[in-house]
Structure formats: C-alpha cells, structure tokens
C-alpha cells in the first residue's frame, strides 16, 4: 500500500518539476522559465500543422502505457515469487 503511494507522490512530484525549467541564456546567466513562454520550436510547429503531431504523441502514449504495463506485471511475478519463497522457508 505505501509503495503504491510514494510511487504516486514521485510521479506528482516529477510531474511538477516539470513545469519549471532553469536554463542558461547566450550570456551564460542562469533563468528560470515558464514551461508556458517556451519559445515556439519549428519542429513542433510544422508537425501540428501537417497533423502528424497526433501520430507522435500517440506512439509515445503507446510506448509509457507499455512501459507501466511492463512493470506493474514484473512486480506481481515478484510478489508472487517472494510469497512462494517465504511459504516456503516456513515450511522448514
């Protein structure tokens, strides 16, 4: 239970940081920008204008959903293996 809940406060917390990023500027002076007055990237411009914007973001949701699957059915295998293992050393 608490394992599920520091995984969730760290990905609220990477979440957040996020939202904030520190750079260097050309005069090499530290700042601190708004994820929201981010120059616009040109890359990003013409792929949202052809529509293809969606194919990326799509790809990339399908990969993390994979990802988290991934993990979430490796942790149950390693549940389960540590309660046979613990069953187990009982027994003797």
Same mark, same amino acid.
């Given at each position: 239970?608490y ?5 969730? *406060?760290? $990905?609220?917390?990477?979440w ?7 750079? @260097?500027?050309?005069t090499? @002076? $530290?700042?601190?920008? +708004?994820?929201?007055?981010?120059q %616009? #990237?040109?890359m990003a +411009?013409q *792929?949202?204008?052809n529509?293809? #914007?969606?194919v ?8 993390? $959903?994979? $990802? #988290?699957?991934?993990?979430? %059915?490796? +942790? %149950?295998? #390693?549940? %389960? *293996? ?5 069953a187990?050393?009982n027994?003797k």
């Amino acid at each position: 239970m608490y394992k599920k809940v520091y995984a969730l *406060l760290f $990905l609220l917390s990477c979440w957040f940081a996020g939202t904030v990023v520190h750079a @260097q500027d050309s005069t090499g @002076q $530290l700042r601190t920008v +708004d994820s929201a007055s981010v120059q %616009r #990237i040109e890359m990003a +411009d013409q *792929l949202r204008a052809n529509g293809k #914007i969606y194919v990326v973001v799509t790809v990339v949701v399908i990969i993390l $959903l994979g $990802l #988290i699957l991934y993990v979430a %059915r490796l +942790d %149950r295998k #390693i549940t %389960r *293996l540590e309660k046979e293992a613990s069953a187990s050393g009982n027994k003797k």
